[in-house]
């Protein structure tokens, strides 16, 4: 049975459940269907939209389909956010400040230090040949590059996980308003304050006293603003708090389920490897970011329609969606989508950037999309030259999300070891 009979044959909120199922299970199979068939899916509570155009249309137009629907997991935590706000001072102002402290001329600084702590960590991980990834690299390497590059240091790396885990799933990921998840991102977001009211102010006098540090919280602590701009130390404090809240578990995923793709395919792995020991950075990256397009981290971007609209106008497939109306936007979808990509089920390095959508499209394309493009292709290739190139027998060799909404466990083992 096909995803659109089993889903017409459901009755109510079963049909959720078949989309949901569908989504865990054979995504690129139902996405495939839905863009041939039904490329503008009506639920009882969402629209989903699948072909490349109608995920940009939607995207593009952010003051229609907004990111209301992240503010109230959001704000009780971290503050008012930018990432939960459209068309105001806050988003406005906010991402221009962390823009311009998080710099494109930083970037190779970053990759050098980014290879440098997956070097360790995959050295400090390893035993008898094996790695596990998730735990012992994607996780920490992150959370390393927040003290070491950002600046938020944390009390330890386990605590850092833990509220990395707890914000991001709630935040993203809990569309079902699951209380026990949302409850633990409170409790992170209680803790992150207590720990950043005594470590900012101590943080400015090192600052003051000592020009020469250059992470991004002492750059946003030494930016002196006028008193009219609105940035004050509850905001520096929200915005620290983002620095980990988006950059550790969407790394995470996406650099096990890149490499989960490329040991599928031993000949696109194989020429990776030669790229990462040949040194090649541009072509390796290109193989990471053509992998992760098989499997990308979310399979949709949440968007809330506050006024009437009328997307693919003048199509076969237009549907007006109305206000308050809930929709997911298929980035995964739009990635396979054969009328703005060639070949979509082809393993191929000329795509141009813009057919990837990893980091969202529009308004809201990710904050920290600069160090995301040099780290998570940096800590793969760091993985490969270590050897680190098959999976480990039975199912600790494969993905496992153990029910949650991030990769949980997956474990290689060096080639001929």
């Known amino acids: 049975m096909s995803f659109l009979e089993a889903y017409d044959a459901a009755n109510g909120a079963d049909k959720l459940k078949v989309l949901f199922h569908a989504l865990a299970t054979e995504p690129l199979r139902m996405f495939a269907e839905l863009r041939e068939k039904r490329p503008i899916l009506v639920t009882p ?16 137009r952010h003051m229609v389909f907004t990111v209301r629907p992240y503010a109230p997991k959001m704000d009780p935590v971290v503050g008012p956010f930018m990432l939960a706000r459209d068309g105001t001072d806050c988003n406005q102002r ?5 823009r311009a402290l998080i710099q494109q001329s930083d970037m190779p600084k970053v990759r ?34 927040t003290g070491k590059y950002f600046g938020f240091w944390g009390p330890d790396e386990a605590t850092m996980m833990d509220w990395s885990y707890a914000t991001q799933n709630d935040m993203f990921h809990n569309l079902t308003d699951d ?36 992470d991004v919280v002492s ?19 929200t915005n620290t708090m983002g620095l980990l809240v988006g950059g550790v578990e969407t790394t995470s995923a996406a650099i096990v389920q890149a490499v989960d793709q490329l040991l599928d395919r031993p000949a696109e792995l194989a020429a990776a490897i030669k790229a990462a020991k040949d040194g090649d950075d541009d072509t390796f990256d290109r193989y990471f970011w053509e992998a992760l397009r098989f499997n990308p981290m979310n399979p949709f971007i949440v968007r809330l329609g506050v006024a009437e609209y009328t997307i693919a106008s003048g199509t076969d497939r237009q549907t007006t969606i109305p206000a308050g109306t809930v929709v997911f936007c298929s980035n995964a979808s739009a990635m396979h989508d054969a009328a703005e990509l060639p070949s979509p089920e082809t393993f191929r390095l000329d795509r141009p950037d813009y057919h990837y959508m990893h980091f969202g499209y529009g308004n809201h394309v990710c904050l920290g999309d600069q160090v995301s ?27 496992d999300f153990q029910g949650g909404s991030f990769p949980e466990t997956f474990t290689l083992v060096q080639a001929n070891g």
């Open 179 to 214: 209380e026990t998840i949302h409850e633990a991102n409170l409790k992170a977001g209680r803790e992150m304050k207590e720990y950043l009211e005594a470590f900012l102010p101590e943080q400015l006098q090192f600052v003051r006293q000592d020009s020469s540090l250059d």
């Open 112 to 145: 050098r230090t980014v290879a440098r702590l997956a070097a360790r960590a995959i050295h400090e991980g390893a035993a008898d040949g094996r790695l596990e990834l998730v735990s012992q690299l994607t996780r920490r390497v992150p959370v390393m590059l």
């Open 45 to 60: 509570r969402a629209v989903l939209l699948t072909r490349f155009a109608d995920v940009q249309e939607a995207l593009s």
């Open 373 to 399: 493009l040099v780290q998570a292709p940096e800590i793969t290739k760091q993985l490969f030259l270590a050897g680190y190139t098959e999976r480990a027998d039975g199912p600790a060799g494969h993905l």
């Open 219 to 237: 750059r946003l602590l030494g930016t002196v603003l006028p008193e009219t701009i609105g940035f004050d130390m509850a905001r520096v404090m």
């Open 94 to 98: 906010d991402k221009g400040i962390m």
